[in-house]
């Protein structure tokens, strides 16, 4: 089973960019296609970018796109989200999630999820 965990959320000014990690461990990374979801306060949790288990395939929702950047280093067993020109609706707890296989932009593929980071936007 992969455990994984979140960090470099915090504090930012609009405009701003933040780059958020996730390390895996208890599994070979390579074997799981990866995704980066968040959820706002009274919201759903939502899709925000996914890639392919060796990084080849990317996907992003539309708000986000052109902004943030997924990657993975699988020799570091690391998933990375950076995000620039963060506005205040990027405001949320944002997961990284594992499924085995390909990519997907739902949420109930996904096996596996870390405890989130949270990312606040400020005006």
């Known amino acids: 089973q992969v455990h994984m965990v979140e960090s470099g959320g915090g504090l930012v000014q609009a405009g701003g960019s933040l780059r958020l990690s996730c390390g895996a461990s208890g599994g070979t990374l390579s074997t799981y296609a990866m995704g980066w979801f968040r959820q706002a306060p009274g919201k759903e949790r939502e899709f925000v970018a996914t890639?392919?288990?060796?990084?080849?395939?990317?996907y992003y929702a539309d708000s986000v796109k052109g902004r943030f950047t997924i990657s993975r280093d699988n020799t570091r067993n690391t998933v990375f989200l950076q995000m620039n020109r963060l506005k205040l609706e990027d405001t949320a707890v944002y997961y990284c999630a594992a499924r085995p296989g390909g990519t997907s932009t739902e949420v109930s593929p996904y096996n596996y999820w870390g405890q989130g980071t949270q990312v606040t936007v400020s005006s």
């Open positions: 890639i392919s288990r060796y990084g080849g395939t990317t």
